[in-house]
């Protein structure tokens, strides 16, 4: 079981106004030491069994990065890591629907879509994740980025365009105005998929392991199908928010035989993992 920093409420208040005015937000020393040391250690140890059986990725210039997807086929720490409370807290507020109905209010109702380990050698240009622009007050799209190792400018950190979540206009590409987001292991960065952002290029020769999530309003269509790939033996660990999460309270019916509604309440997820399909 991971062990988490506490935060106040005050903390929580500043971090919901940094999502809305900058587009991103930095919880400092949110995982421990040892925790992060472990979890550097594990995923290194998933990527060298990953590998041997990853396809060959088209887009170029992520060719020579490492990268495993879908972490949460693999480990139950990393649901815990995106479960956990604080994290929980903040996607709650910029996530949930109120008007869900279906979930107990105080229930996260929104799902993952995609978690990627990613070590990155080359730089990534200026782009959004939320598909379309928008400047509006709402957002259906949040990345969380648990830091595994130190994120610099020399080993290509992170970079956003602060505000430009607002801009409703997809990025120019053009590398001004940035603003490296340097980050230490055990940090966590949340930022809106609408806003501007990439990383550069890796220089250090040293590893950049960070944990990448794109956790979605519960009506967005997700990268993956994550709940039909999970396996049983992880379905059997996880507790019933954690398995909303991964998206068994909003599994499509096949016919309207079946169902009629794709939001469900927690009774749903009684039955073993196999039986929804």
Not at 109 to 125: H, V
Not at 212 to 228: E, G, I, L, Q, Y
Not at 262 to 277: A, E, P
């Amino acid at each position: 079981m991971l062990k988490f920093r506490q935060y106040s409420n005050d903390d929580l208040d500043q971090h919901l106004r940094n999502l809305e005015i900058f587009g991103y937000t930095v919880v400092k020393n949110y995982i421990d030491k040892k925790n992060v040391a472990n979890l550097k250690a594990k995923t290194e140890d998933y990527f060298k069994i990953y590998k041997k059986k990853i396809i060959n990725d088209d887009v170029k210039n992520l060719s020579e990065d490492r990268c495993i997807h879908n972490l949460q086929n693999l480990d139950v720490n990393y649901i815990e890591l995106l479960s956990s409370p604080f994290i929980e807290k903040i996607l709650k507020k910029k996530l949930n629907d109120k008007y869900h109905g279906a979930l107990p209010s105080d229930y996260p109702n929104y799902n993952l879509s995609n978690y990627t380990a990613r070590s990155a050698i080359n730089g990534l240009e200026l782009h959004i994740d939320s598909f379309i622009p928008s400047s509006g007050g709402l957002t259906w799209s949040l990345q969380v980025a648990f830091m595994v190792d130190n994120q610099t400018i020399d080993n290509g950190c992170s970079i956003v365009v602060p505000g430009s979540h607002k801009s409703d206009k997809y990025s120019d590409r053009k590398f001004e105005n940035i603003k490296p987001i340097e980050s230490e292991a055990g940090d966590v960065v949340i930022w809106d998929s609408r806003i501007w952002h990439g990383n550069l290029r890796n220089n250090s020769g040293a590893s950049r392991w960070a944990l990448f999530a794109t956790v979605v309003c519960w009506w967005v269509r997700p990268n993956f199908d994550v709940s039909r790939g999970l396996p049983n033996k992880i379905y059997k660990k996880l507790n019933d928010r954690q398995k909303i999460l991964l998206g068994f309270c909003n599994i499509s019916p096949s016919t309207e035989f079946e169902r009629f509604h794709t939001k469900k309440g927690t009774n749903f997820l009684k039955s073993n993992v196999k039986d929804f399909f």
